[in-house]
């Protein structure tokens, strides 16, 4: 609920970095490997970047966590492909083994065998025969063959779980039509758990007059135990706890390089966490982690996100390790100290406004490692803790990572995306000036205002709206930006210096929304990712109830290609208002009718005739939809007691390398997590 995921159109803005760097690495099925700077990474004391190194080696322990979390066969189907590619002599000219290639990296790529933003899972182009060939011709001590198991039994395992299309289809089914838990492939909940059996476990558990509730289901999977439900909690000592250990370990050793108190404090909370499983010390973790804004480094590490969950109950495992560019923080920390302005004159009825927002705080950050559910793609800004009664009681962090957008913009550069999708001039010199700083600002405005902005009316439970809660959270959140950023006090602020410039903005939005984020969808397929139906609800919304007075329209130009006009965009501006306003009334009152209403009427289904037309124009330009990155390598230097006396880094480890690497010095999971 607190993510900002980039689109691809990205426009470059000023470097920062020597302009040798190379950003891109390589492009394999619709995936684009980048790279990214630790920007300003000698600015950091020699105990910021110790303490830096320690949180790194905790970020990238959990990665088998979040590949098990995705679905119960990631890790044999990863370590069988990992055993191919390292002990395999098959003829690496051949077309299977170029296929077998494709289909590893998009599996690192996703952290499974779906696809990481549209949930389906995805097939090899290699033959069976291939696999078969080739597992046999490995010895089976380098296999994840269970105990008692012949390889023949494990071909007879394992070849379905890839092959077939049917089995394991889809890792979160977002249909309100189907049983959403028993029709998801992902690990959450074990063999023969429905949805209703879901509601009605963690529905006991709620107290209407819990004035602050724990996230319950956030860190278990649920299963049936002798025809009983029971949680198997994420724990030392419990679920995931050979990876928990490894976790704490180095957590463990940050404390000695922590920088003050309060950042001490907020590692110590989170190990007691992980010892113990207990929500409520999580909660205790979470609004420490808030009221620590003066530390330069920082971290999140953990159970967090709820997307890979239909019901938006269970946390994927996630960690990014960062520290603030001081340069940029200036314009994040003027909307942080002006949010109580924002809530106050937002076109929502004042009974949903905050009376008091507390402890909303913002900042630039660079990342230094990126972790579990923020690798290889992460979110380009984060609002947490997700909690409603920390955000109301404590307040929130919110962040934007800067090195993250700048390699994206640099990435971009000239790919020619503007000249074949806008279709006005006005427009594109507007998007080709102002794109970068309007974009940037607008995920500002949504983490830091947009997801910390209004309140759930008392009795309300935060998880009401159920299969369609992401998706409304993730549309307030864009609606509250978009509707400020022509406001006078934007300009004000100095938060953007043209009045104009906001219109970069709301037609890349629209744009996006109603044409060009289909490239992302396979031919056929509805809109299933909570981000892309989000920003498809609010472009068809607009779209539709602005119809009368034409304020948005889709036309063919010229070149009998289609493209979107804006036509008014201060009646735009009213819509959006408009729009945000009956949102925030359905996250306030959990009114599940009328969420679904909008989700199903206008978030999910697509155009063919345009979705075609849209991808074979993508498809031209040559551009791969998606972004991921690979990691920075650190190397820590200790002195003769042991103590980090310097921190390495280098940007030389190639995608396949660095997944071998983490393969081999990072998976203490065991293969099956039964």
């Known amino acids: ?88 002599k098959s003829d690496t000219a051949s077309t299977d083994y170029r296929e077998f290639l494709v289909y590893l990296k998009r599996v690192w790529f996703s952290n499974g065998f779906h696809h990481h933003y549209g949930q389906e899972k995805f097939l090899p182009a290699f033959s069976e025969e291939f696999f078969r060939n080739a597992v046999k011709s490995i010895d089976a001590k380098l296999l994840p063959v269970r105990e008692e198991q012949t390889v023949d039994d494990f071909l007879t395992e ?8 049917s089995l394991y289809a889809k890792k979160v089914e977002q249909n309100s039509g189907k049983d959403v838990i028993a029709s998801s492939a992902n690990n959450y909940y074990g063999e023969g758990v429905t949805q209703h059996d879901v509601e009605r476990f963690y529905g006991t558990k709620k107290d209407p007059n819990d004035h602050c509730p724990l996230s319950y289901g956030l ?33 463990t050793e940050a404390e000695q390089y922590t920088e003050n108190t309060e950042q001490k404090q907020v590692i110590t ?53 960062n520290f603030k560019d001081i340069e940029s923080t200036d314009k994040t920390r003027t909307i942080s100290t002006n949010a109580q302005w924002f809530e106050d004159h937002s076109p929502v009825a004042k009974k949903f406004k905050k009376d008091e927002v507390k402890g909303v705080s913002a900042k630039a950050i660079t990342a230094a490692i990126l972790g579990g559910d923020c ?60 794109g970068s700083q309007t974009d940037n600002l607008h995920t500002d ?16 439970d935060q998880d009401a709206l159920k299969v369609y809660g992401s998706t409304i959270e993730e549309a307030r959140a864009d609606l509250f930006g978009l509707y400020y950023m022509p406001d006078a006090k934007i300009l004000e602020l100095g938060l953007l210096d043209n009045a104009e410039a906001y219109k970069s903005e709301y037609y890349r939005y629209m744009m996006n929304g109603l044409m060009t984020q289909l490239a992302r969808i396979d031919l056929g397929k509805q809109i299933e990712e909570a981000h892309m139906r989000n920003r498809s609800l609010i472009a068809h919304w607009v779209l539709e109830k602005g119809a009368t007075d034409k304020v948005v329209e889709i036309k063919k130009n010229e070149y009998n290609k289609t493209c979107v006009v804006i036509n008014d965009y201060e009646k735009m501006r009213t819509l959006i208002g408009n729009l945000l306003a009956e949102i925030q009334r ?4 959990g009114d599940f009718t009328a969420a679904q209403a909008l989700v199903e009427n206008y978030a999910v289904k697509v155009d063919a005739e345009l979705h075609r037309e849209v991808k074979t124009r993508y498809n031209a330009l040559g551009i791969a939809p998606y972004k991921g990155f690979i990691n920075p390598v650190y190397e820590a230097v200790r002195d003769a007691e042991g103590k980090i006396s310097a921190v390495k880094v280098s940007y030389t480890e190639g995608f396949a390398e660095q997944m071998m690497r983490y393969a081999r010095d990072y998976s203490p999971l065991p293969t099956y997590n039964d």
């Open 1 to 88: 609920m607190s993510l900002s995921i980039l689109f691809a159109c990205s426009q470059p803005q000023a470097p920062k970095q020597q302009n040798d760097f190379n950003y891109n690495v390589e492009q394999f099925a619709d995936l684009g490997v980048l790279r990214f700077q630790a920007t300003d990474w000698d600015s950091l004391s020699v105990n910021q970047k110790a303490l830096v190194y320690c949180l790194n080696e905790a970020a990238l322990w959990g990665r088998d966590i979040l590949f098990d979390q995705n679905n119960r066969y990631n890790l044999a189907v990863r370590r069988t492909l990992e055993a191919i590619y390292a002990n395999c």
């Open 269 to 321: 909370l989170l190990t007691n966490f992980y010892r113990t499983g207990s929500l409520k010390i999580y909660d205790e973790y979470a609004i420490a982690w808030v009221k620590d804004t003066e530390s330069t480094v920082d971290f999140v590490n953990g159970f967090t996100e709820s997307y890979g969950d239909a019901l938006g109950l269970k946390g994927s495992w996630e960690a990014l390790v």
């Open 158 to 165: 394992i070849t379905p779980v890839i092959f077939s299309p």
């Open 219 to 251: 860190n278990s999977r649920l299963i049936k135990q002798d025809g009983k439900l029971t949680e198997q909690v994420y724990k030392i000592e419990g679920l995931y706890s050979l990876a928990i250990e490894r976790i704490v370990y180095w957590l």
């Open 445 to 460: 405005l949504h983490e830091c205002l947009g997801h910390g902005s209004g309140k759930l009316l008392p009795g309300v």
């Open 375 to 434: 690798y290889p793609t992460t979110p380009i800004g984060i609002n947490l803790p997700n909690s409603n009664w920390i955000r109301t009681e404590y307040g929130s962090k919110s962040v934007t990572i800067t090195n993250i957008t700048e390699a994206y913009d640099k990435a971009a550069a000239g790919n020619g995306f503007i000249d074949e999708f806008v279709c006005c001039d006005y427009e594109k010199e507007l998007i080709k000036k102002y």
């Open 586 to 589: 359905i996250k306030s009152e």
